[in-house]
């Protein structure tokens, strides 16, 4: 059964500061790695998709890496913004259309 | 759509009461799931549907948790004899399920509390 971990649970950061999010997974016959914000009180908003033939994708100030012999995946987040202010959630697919979620990071940046 | 559109936005029900909470997926997206947002826990696979079919059922909690979808597009989540458990944000997704592209996109959310 896959399993996803996200480290740490929480995260506070001043604003302009580069920050990674760490996300975990214990199945590596992944199909792909979904990144997704999700805003207090929201539902959840796509960022990258990473097939599982692609090693990281970028969107903006966003980088997604993903090792699947490691089994793991990072956020790279480039100069923090106050608005990036979310909880950040990665899903895996292993080919059963089911995604499996890690409880997130709730990140803070602090003007 | 121009996005998953999830009704109503927040529910409230007494204990006992049969509740639907009804999906609208983005226009042409094959795939549509269901999953459960509890307090302080993850998010729970529900259901999956292709087209009109559910070919897995086995994330719902109990019998009393049923969901159709018909014309391949809306899909409703009825939860019979609600119970306190049951509160939780329900949220739909869709995605076009084909290769290359499975990237899933989600509604808002529907917030039950049973009371």
């Known amino acids: 059964k896959q399993e996803v971990t996200q480290i740490p649970a929480a995260l506070s950061v001043p604003e302009g500061e580069n920050l990674v999010l760490n996300c975990s997974f214990t199945?590596?016959?992944?199909?792909?790695l979904q990144w997704f914000r999700q805003d207090p009180g929201k539902g959840l908003t796509s960022l990258l998709l990473?097939?599982?033939?692609?090693r990281e994708q970028t969107s903006g100030r966003l980088n997604a890496s993903l090792d699947k012999s490691s089994g793991r995946s990072t956020l790279y987040i480039a100069a923090s913004q106050p608005g990036d202010s979310a909880t950040y959630l990665c899903?895996?697919?292993?080919?059963?259309?089911?995604?499996?979620f890690g409880k997130g990071t709730k990140l803070s940046v602090i003007p | 759509g121009a996005g998953v559109s999830q009704s109503p936005s927040n529910k409230v029900t007494e204990k006992g009461k049969d509740v639907e909470l009804r999906c609208d997926p983005i226009?042409?997206?094959?795939?549509l799931y269901w999953y459960r947002q509890s307090l302080g826990q993850g998010l729970e696979f529900l259901i999956y549907?292709?087209?009109?079919?559910?070919?897995?059922k086995s994330g719902l909690p109990s019998d009393r948790f049923s969901a159709e979808r018909t014309g391949g597009s809306v899909s409703t989540l009825t939860i019979q004899r609600t119970q306190q458990e049951d509160s939780a944000v329900y949220l739909c997704?869709?995605?076009?399920?084909?290769?290359?592209?499975?990237?899933?996109?989600f509604g808002q959310g529907t917030r039950l509390t049973v009371v």
């Open positions: 997704a869709s995605s076009l399920y084909v290769a290359g592209n499975t990237e899933a996109f």
């Open positions: 199945d590596s016959a992944i199909y792909n």
């Open positions: 990473i097939q599982s033939s692609q």
């Open positions: 899903a895996a697919e292993a080919g059963s259309y089911q995604l499996t």
């Open positions: 226009s042409g997206h094959t795939a």
């Open positions: 549907f292709q087209g009109n079919s559910a070919p897995d």
